[in-house]
């Protein structure tokens, strides 16, 4: 878990991937690389997130290949199957915690409460997810959340763009954002990698020169 949170810090942004289709899942990855960001959340809100997490952590190992958007430990199990290196939950889920605790999975639960962050807290997990950021006040309420957790960092996701991405940023609880703005899905359809690639590198290149 501590060597894929420092990966992911120095990474900074975790893009939250959408495929309809698994044949975009290596020129997507591709993409991401080339443009100097080796990660990716694939979602399970399509049928196609299986074949795609398998798909690209086959084909690009040293990439960080995680699954998102996991409901159930049956998704789990699947997604580590399929070759997913973390979990990441869009709302906390006793079952599927307990099930990467104890299997040594990583996770990073979604939260959006002092309620659900005590649970996360009590699996000794150091970091959660933060959904949706922007509709539940953003950086205010992270850091009112932080108060009493002083141990806990977060994710932020949802509503994450270059706009305010270094905001985020700048407040040490933070270790990293998650955002879908250079994996749009209608770049992803039309197969416009070469877009998908420069604005991965204008992306990485924001946070480096903060």
């Known amino acids: 878990m501590q060597e894929l949170l420092k990966k992911v810090e120095e990474l ?6 959408v495929l309809e289709d698994a044949k975009d899942a290596l020129p997507l990855g591709q993409a991401l690389i080339d443009g100097g960001l080796p ?18 952590s086959e084909a690009f190992p040293e990439m960080l290949v995680g ?17 997913a290196k973390f979990i990441v939950t869009p709302g ?4 599927v915690t307990t099930y990467c605790c104890e ?3 990583p996770i990073l639960p979604g939260v959006c ?19 949706p950021a922007a509709q539940f006040g953003g950086l205010k309420t992270i850091k009112a959340l932080a108060a009493p957790f002083p141990q806990m960092r ?15 940023l700048a407040e040490p609880k933070i270790i990293a954002a998650g ?8 770049l992803v359809k039309a197969g416009k990698f070469d877009e998908i690639k420069a604005m991965t590198k204008s992306a990485v290149d924001l946070v480096k020169n903060a």
Not at 12 to 17: G, H
Not at 115 to 131: I, Q, R
Not at 154 to 168: K, Q, R
């Open 179 to 186: 955002g879908s703005w250079m994996v749009k899905g209608d």
């Open 39 to 56: 990660v990716a959340e694939v979602t399970f809100r399509t049928a196609a997130a299986a074949d795609s997490i398998k798909a690209m």
């Open 113 to 131: 409460t002092p309620t659900e962050l005590m649970m996360v807290v009590n699996h000794g997990l150091p970091v959660a997810k933060f959904f």
């Open 154 to 168: 977060f994710m932020p996701t949802g509503g994450v763009s270059e706009a305010n991405i270094l905001e985020y």
């Open 92 to 95: 906390y889920s006793e079952e």
């Open 103 to 105: 299997n040594n999975i």
């Open 12 to 17: 900074k942004i975790v893009p939250v991937v």
């Open 67 to 83: 699954a998102g958007t996991v409901v159930n430990v049956e998704q789990c199990k699947q997604a580590i199957e399929c070759g």
